[in-house]
């Protein structure tokens, strides 16, 4: 089981702040890397960058969380995302949770309901986390 918010909650102190900041550093890395692949498209990329923003941030995204149960934004800041059970993400439920969270950037409406659930539940679990049973928390030190 995750850490019980009442009892542990400093698992889960921060944690919205984070996730913002982690989100932000790993929009900036994908950018860099969408950026540094424009030459070997010969520019064309350029064309149809927000598409390779899609496609590059899907691929970062499931790597990482597979790799580590954190982004590489995430892990800078000592944050992870754990299963229900407590065990790290394994790669069906990293793509998943990337097709969870494309799914809510697509649809702005179902973004605005995962950050009020990230600032309101106990465990500060955005919509994807709570369809998932999957948990950001602040690392184990």
């Given at each position: ?35 540094a ?54 790669g ?31 465990r ?18």
């Amino acid at each position: 089981m995750t850490p019980d918010p009442d009892t542990q909650p400093q698992f889960y102190t921060g944690v919205p702040t984070k996730r913002l900041v982690a989100w932000i550093l790993d929009m900036v890395l994908i950018v860099l890397i969408c950026l540094a692949m424009l030459p070997v498209t010969a520019f064309i990329g350029i064309l149809f960058f927000p598409f390779l923003m899609l496609i590059v941030g899907f691929l970062y995204r499931v790597a990482t969380l597979t790799g580590g149960s954190a982004t590489w934004g995430m892990r800078l800041l000592s944050l992870e995302i754990r299963q229900g059970d407590d065990r790290p993400l394994d790669g069906a439920t990293a793509f998943l949770h990337t097709l969870g969270y494309s799914v809510s950037l697509a649809l702005p409406v179902l973004q605005l309901i995962s950050i009020v659930l990230m600032l309101t539940s106990a465990r500060r679990q955005g919509l994807t986390d709570m369809v998932l049973g999957t948990v950001a928390l602040n690392k184990r030190q």
